[in-house]
C-alpha cells in the first residue's frame, strides 16, 4: 500500500470511511428493528405534501422508513464529513506536518500528487458508499423485512456523489490558500447551513427556489431513496467536482508551499501596529500565555468565533421565518403522535417551541455544542502528544491533573459561549417574531444542549486521555454522540423499549421537553454528574499512563 | 565536582513488550558535574530522559533528583530542572517571546533581564513565530527556556541539533557555568567532540545496558592511541594482527595504520624487528574511537 501517493492516501483513510459507514449500517439495524415493531399505518394518514416532505413514500414500508430515517441525512452527513478531512489533508496537510518537502524531493510533480489525493479521494467515498450500500442490503436480510418502493443503489451513488462535492470543495480550498483550518470551516459550513437551508426553504411559500442555491438541494430535493438518481442535479455536482479539482490543481502550482510555517493572523497585524499594539498585546499577548486553560481557550478561539456566529444568526433567523410557514402545516403539524415527532427532535411544527425544537434544538443546538467541546476535549491532550510539546509542558511545575482540569475549563468555557449564542439567538428570534417564547424555558433548554455537549466533550477528553490519540477521541466522541441520539429517537416507538432513554445521555436532554416545561433539575444533574464522571476518569487514566513519543 | 547526588537511578528499567528500551540502569550524577550520556540511536538514551522526566513510567527501578522520587514528586521537582527535550517542538503559533512567557508563568520568579541575556549570548529572535524559525533558531528558544529559571539541575537531549559551531560553544559555555554553580547537567549527545569538551563523566548505553561509566581523563588514560608506521620496504599484516592491543590493523604497502592500547615500547620492538622504521606518528584517541571500541567489545561478546 505504499506504492505511490494514491495507494498510501487510501491506506491512510480507509479505516475512518469504514467505521463510519459500519456504523451507520448498525443505525439502519436499530433502526429497522424499531420501525418493524410499530404501526405504520398513521404514515399513510399523511398528506402526500408532508410525506414528501419527509421523504416518505406512500404505503411506506419500514425498509423505506428507516433508509430515509438513518441514511438520506445521517449517512450523507457522515459520508461527506468523512471526505473533508482528506480534501483538508491532501496538501495543506502534508504542510501543516513538514512533509511536503519531502515528499516533492522525490520525482513526483504537484500537480501529480494532487491527482493522485483527489483519486484516491474518489476511491474512498466509493469504498463508503459500496459498505452503505451492503449494509443496506443486509439489515433488512438479518431482520427479515422485505424492502420495496426503494432505489438503495441511487441512493448510495447520490450519497457518493455528495460527498465528493464537499471532499473536493474542502480540497480546492485547502489547496488554493494553503490552510486546512480555511477549507474545513467553510466545507462544513456549506454542508450544515446547506442541509439546513435545502429542508428549510421548500416549506416556505415564495422561497421554495432559494433552496436551489444550496448544494444538498441537488443531493436530496428529488428523493433519490424513492425515485432513483435524478442525472440532471448528480451533473450538477459533479459539475463542481471537475471545478474544484481544476481550482485545487492550479492552486497548488501557483504558490510557495508552506514548511510547518504560520499564517500571519489579523491580530499579528494590530500586534504589530504601534497605535494597536498596547492594547492587542494585553488580549492577545501576554494574556493568552497566562495559564493553560486560558492558551486553550485562545487556541480554539477561531472554531469559537465561528461556531457562535453561525449559531447566533440561524438560532435568531428560525423566529421570524417560523410566521412564514404556512397555517395548513401547522395545523397537520399538531395532530402528528408524539412518537413520530421524536424522530424530529420531538418538536410539534404547530407552535413555535415545536418549531425551534425540530429546526434548532433537535440536532443543531447539541451538535454545535459538540463542535467546540470535542475540538479541544479531543486536542487538549493528545493534540499536544501529537504535536510533541506534552512533555515540554510537563517539564514545569504542573501536574498531570491540573493540566487536564485547566483543559476542561476552557473546554467548559467554549461549550458555555456557544449555549449562550443559542439562548441569545432563540430569545432575539422569539422577540423579533413575536412568538412569545418563555425565556426561562429557552434558557434552560441551552443549558441541557450545553451540558449534553460538555457529557460528549468530556468523553471525548477521557478519550484523549486514555489513548493520547485524537482520532479515537474524535470518532470515539461523535460515534457515541450519533448512537445515542439516534436510540433515544428510536427505543421510544416502541412502549417495550421506551424506557431504556433514560440509559442514553439523549434520554436527558430533550425528553423532559424543556421548551415547554422549564427545566428539569434532575435531567441536568444527571448530564453534570456524566460529564464530572468523564472528567475523574480522564484525570486518572492521563495520570497513569506513558505519554507517547510521537502522535 | 562534589560528593552529593543530584540525579540517582537504581535498577531503572523499561520495557514495551518485548523490547527492553531500558535494562537496569543503576547510575549516579553528582552536584557540579556535567554528565554526558553517549549511545547509538535506539540505546535507551531518550527512554532514560524520559523516564527521568516521568513522562513514561518504570517497569521496574526507580530514580531520585535531588534526593525526590521524580515519579512520587514531579511537580516540585520541576521547580529545579531545566529541560530541553529531543526532537523538540513547540507552539507554532506563539512567538519565540510568548513561549517563553507560557513557561514563565507556569514556573513563576524568572528574571526577564537574565532571559534578554540568554537571548543575547545565544543571537535568538524572540519577536517570531516558533513555526516560522528555522530548526536551529527554534532550538536556542528551547535551550533558553531551559535555562532562564537558573535550574539546579539541567536535563537535555540533543540539544545542540542545528546550533551552528559559534552558538555551540557558547551554549557549552553556558553548561559549563551551571555547574561551577553547583548544579548538574545530564546531556544526551551524539556529538562527541561536544560532549568530550564539555563533561566531566560519561556514561556509554548501548541496547539498553550501560556498558561503561567513566571520567572523561579516565577513557583517555585508557592509553588507546592512533598509531601509524612508515618503513623502508613493505610490510605484511601477520607482523601486527596478533600482537596483543592492536585493532583496525591497515596495512598499505609501506605504510601501517592501527589503534593500539598497551606499551608503545612492545609495538616499537616488534615493528623493528624485521623492518627499518622511516617515520612514526601517535596520537591519543579521540572519543568516537573509544567508543567505538567499547562497541567492538561488546559485540564480540
Not at chain 1, 480534501?87 to 520525482?107: K, Q, S, V
Not at chain 1, 420531538?346 to 440536532?363: C, K, R, V
Not at chain 1, 464522571?533 to 480522564?538: I, K, M, N, P
Request: proline share 3%; aromatic share 8%.
Amino acid at each position: 500500500m505504499l506504492a505511490s501517493v494514491f495507494t498510501k492516501t487510501i491506506r491512510d483513510r480507509w479505516i475512518g470511511m469504514f467505521i463510519g459507514a459500519i456504523t451507520l449500517g448498525l443505525l439502519l439495524l436499530m433502526g429497522m428493528a424499531a420501525y418493524k415493531s410499530i404501526d405504520l399505518s398513521i404514515y399513510d394518514s399523511m398528506p402526500a405534501g408532508f410525506r414528501n416532505l419527509l421523504a416518505i413514500p406512500k404505503g411506506a414500508s419500514i425498509g423505506a422508513l428507516a433508509y430515509g430515517a438513518i441514511y438520506t441525512s445521517y449517512g450523507a452527513l457522515t459520508l461527506a464529513a468523512l471526505l473533508i478531512p482528506m480534501g483538508t489533508g491532501a496538501i495543506a496537510g502534508e504542510e501543516r506536518d513538514g512533509t511536503i518537502g519531502l515528499l516533492l524531493g522525490n520525482p513526483v510533480s504537484r500537480i501529480s500528487v494532487v491527482a493522485q489525493k483527489a483519486a484516491a479521494i474518489v476511491v474512498v467515498a466509493a469504498f463508503g458508499g459500496v459498505v452503505l450500500w451492503l449494509a443496506g442490503i443486509g439489515a433488512p436480510a438479518v431482520l427479515g423485512v422485505t424492502v420495496t418502493g426503494v432505489t438503495l443503489a441511487s441512493l448510495s451513488f447520490a450519497m457518493f456523489v455528495n460527498a465528493l462535492f464537499y471532499g473536493f470543495l474542502a480540497l480546492a480550498i485547502s489547496t488554493w490558500t494553503g490552510k486546512r483550518g480555511i477549507g474545513a470551516g467553510v466545507s462544513t459550513g456549506v454542508l450544515i447551513v446547506g442541509f439546513i437551508a435545502a429542508g428549510l426553504f421548500p416549506i416556505i411559500p415564495g422561497w421554495e427556489n432559494a433552496a436551489k442555491v444550496f448544494p444538498w438541494y441537488y443531493y436530496a430535493s428529488n428523493k433519490p431513496q424513492i425515485n432513483g438518481v435524478d442525472w440532471w442535479h448528480i451533473l450538477v455536482l459533479l459539475a463542481a467536482v471537475v471545478v474544484f479539482v481544476a481550482i485545487a490543481l492550479i492552486g497548488v502550482g501557483r504558490r510557495d508551499l508552506r514548511s510547518q510555517s504560520v499564517g500571519v493572523t489579523i491580530m499579528d497585524r494590530l500586534r504589530a501596529n504601534p497605535r494597536t499594539a498596547k492594547i492587542v498585546e494585553r488580549i492577545a499577548g501576554s494574556a493568552q500565555v497566562s495559564t493553560i486553560w486560558m492558551k486553550s481557550v485562545s487556541e480554539h478561539q477561531g472554531l469559537l468565533i465561528i461556531t457562535v456566529y453561525v449559531m447566533l444568526i440561524m438560532s435568531l433567523a428560525i423566529g421570524p421565518l417560523y410566521n412564514l410557514i404556512t397555517g395548513p402545516i401547522k395545523e397537520f403539524g399538531a395532530s402528528l403522535p408524539p412518537t413520530l415527532l421524536a424522530l424530529f427532535g420531538g418538536g410539534n411544527l404547530s407552535t413555535a417551541d415545536g418549531f425551534y425544537q425540530i429546526e434548532i434544538f433537535g440536532m443543531m443546538a447539541p451538535a454545535a455544542v459538540m463542535v467546540a467541546t470535542i475540538a479541544i476535549g479531543s486536542r487538549a491532550l493528545a493534540g499536544e502528544e501529537q504535536q510533541r510539546t506534552m512533555g515540554l509542558l510537563l517539564s514545569n511545575p504542573v501536574s498531570r491533573g491540573s493540566v487536564v482540569l485547566q483543559k476542561t475549563v476552557s473546554m467548559v468555557i467554549h461549550g458555555v459561549a456557544v449555549g449562550i449564542s443559542i439562548f441569545i439567538g432563540v430569545w432575539l428570534g422569539s422577540v423579533i417574531g413575536r412568538l412569545g417564547m418563555n425565556a426561562w424555558h429557552i434558557a434552560a433548554t441551552c443549558l441541557l444542549a450545553t451540558l449534553i455537549g460538555l457529557v460528549v466533550g468530556a468523553l471525548a477528553l477521557a478519550l484523549s486521555a486514555a489513548t493520547g490519540r485524537v482520532r479515537v477521541a474524535v470518532y470515539g466522541a461523535i460515534g457515541v454522540a450519533l448512537i445515542s441520539h439516534v436510540l433515544n429517537a428510536f427505543l421510544p416507538l416502541n412502549t417495550s423499549t421506551e424506557g431504556l432513554t433514560k440509559w442514553t445521555p439523549f434520554g436527558y436532554y430533550l425528553n423532559s421537553d424543556p421548551l415547554a416545561n422549564g427545566m428539569d433539575w434532575w435531567h441536568g444533574l444527571v448530564l453534570l454528574v456524566l460529564t464530572l464522571v468523564l472528567v475523574g476518569l480522564a484525570v486518572a487514566w492521563f495520570q497513569r499512563r506513558d505519554l507517547r513519543q510521537r502522535g | 565536582m562534589t560528593d552529593q547526588i543530584a540525579i540517582h537511578t537504581g535498577g531503572l528499567t523499561k520495557h514495551y513488550g518485548d523490547l527492553h528500551a531500558l535494562i537496569d540502569l543503576d547510575l549516579d550524577v553528582f552536584a557540579g558535574e556535567v554528565f554526558g550520556y553517549l549511545g547509538p540511536n535506539g540505546a535507551g538514551k531518550t527512554t532514560t530522559i524520559r523516564l527521568l522526566m516521568d513522562e513514561i513510567r518504570p517497569t521496574a527501578g526507580s530514580a531520585t533528583i535531588l534526593g525526590r522520587d521524580t515519579h512520587r514528586d514531579p511537580v516540585e521537582l520541576r521547580k529545579y530542572i531545566g529541560y530541553v527535550p529531543g526532537d523538540l517542538a513547540m507552539y507554532p503559533n506563539l512567538t519565540g517571546h510568548d513561549t517563553l512567557t507560557y513557561f514563565a508563568n507556569l514556573r513563576g520568579g524568572v528574571d526577564w533581564s537574565y532571559v534578554d541575556e540568554l537571548a543575547e549570548r545565544l543571537d535568538a529572535d524572540l519577536t517570531k513565530k516558533v513555526g516560522d524559525l528555522s530548526s536551529g533558531n527554534r532550538q536556542k528558544v528551547g535551550v533558553i527556556q531551559a535555562f532562564m529559571n537558573r535550574p539546579t539541575i539541567l536535563i537535555m537531549d540533543e540539544p545542540s541539533s542545528g546550533l551552528d559551531p559559534l552558538i555551540q560553544r557558547e551554549f557549552q559555555q553556558m553548561m559549563r557555568e551551571v555547574a561551577a554553580n553547583g548544579g548538574s547537567v545530564f546531556l544526551s549527545s551524539h556529538t562527541l567532540s561536544e560532549v568530550q569538551r564539555v563533561a566531566d563523566r560519561v556514561g556509554i548505553i548501548r541496547h539498553g545496558r550501560l556498558i561503561a561509566l567513566e571520567s572523561v581523563a579516565t577513557l583517555r588514560a585508557k592509553g588507546l592511541r592512533r598509531v601509524e608506521l612508515e618503513f623502508t620496504e613493505p610490510a605484511t599484516a601477520s607482523e601486527f594482527e596478533n600482537v596483543s592491543g592492536v585493532r583496525d590493523l591497515v596495512v598499505r604497502n609501506h605504510h601501517v595504520a592501527m589503534s593500539y592500547e598497551g606499551s608503545m615500547g612492545t609495538l616499537l620492538a616488534i615493528a623493528t624487528r624485521h623492518h627499518t622504521l622511516v617515520d612514526i606518528a601517535t596520537q591519543e584517541a579521540d572519543l568516537e574511537e573509544i567508543f567505538l571500541t567499547y562497541y567492538h567489545d561488546e559485540e564480540s561478546h
